[in-house]
Structure formats: C-alpha cells, structure tokens
C-alpha cells in the first residue's frame, strides 16, 4: 500500500493517508524511528505491526502517566486504560508486564499500602480489608500475605471507634 501523504494529529499522532484515506494512526516518535516516509509502499502486515506497535508505545506511555498520581492494582490499571478505548487487549497486556518488570506496578506494594490506609485511616478490620483488597484485584495469597505485615487489633479498633 503505497503511503502518499502523513498528517500530524492530536496526542502525538501522525495519520498515514493512502489515496486521501487515512489508514492509520501512529505515533510520532515510533514513525521517525522506523523512518516511515510518504512515497513509500508498505504491507498490510507491516502496517499492522507499527500500528501493534505504536499501540504498545502509547499504552506504556500513559500507564506511566497514571502511575505518577497514584498507585494502581494491576487490574485497576488494566481497566483504566481499557476505558480509554485507545489500545488494543495485547498492548495493554504487554504494557502491564513491562510495568510489573521495571516495579511501577506492584500488586503487594499495592495491598500493603492500602491496608495500611484501611487500618489506620478507615479502622477496617480483617474481613472487610480482604473484601476491600478483592475488589481492587489483589488475590487471596498476597492479600494475606500482605495483611500478615500488620498487627491487627479488631478489638481495640472497635473500642476505639466506640469511644468517638
């Protein structure tokens, strides 16, 4: 397919037009770097690899965003970046592992820091921080082994909580 003309986009995109049609959007960096011209002929598995590509590229990119603000379960990044309808399944996928693999997502950091919170700040007590845990995707074992870290006084938290 014979490229004929890129246009910049928002977001850091450029739209490759074939015959005035866009076919697809890219990043910007990831183009300059496998050097794609207008003029040129692509394949259509070629065209799907740098889309595959600049998919992966993006999805890092704002997992890294996100993780600026806060911390985020696995899954919670998995469905926050599923939300943006921007990346594919396989992107997103591959954007979580490398995440996990440089530790900016980190499931027991994760449960830790939120058992914490829930102790401390919420005076959960064990059901209810297992509960809580779940619903932000932490499994049982680490949820446990998390929650082993910390000594949980139910009793004492509910004098305390009885006292205010």
Known sequence: M??????PQKGHLVGLYSEG???VSVDCELAAEKNIRAGREYSIDELREL???SQLRRAK???LYLLNFRDYSRRDLAARLRSDNEYSDEAIEAALDYMTEIGAVDDARYAENMIRHLIHQKHYGRRRI???LSAKGID????ETAL???DLDEQAAILERLDK
Request: glycine share 0%; net charge negative; with cysteine.
């Open 2 to 7: 014979l490229i004929d003309e890129m246009k």
């Open 130 to 132: 297992l509960q809580e």
């Open 51 to 53: 889309l595959s590509d």
């Open 21 to 23: 049609e866009l076919i």
């Open 61 to 63: 990119s704002k997992a």
């Open 140 to 143: 049982r074992y680490t949820a």
């Open 148 to 150: 082993c870290e910390f």
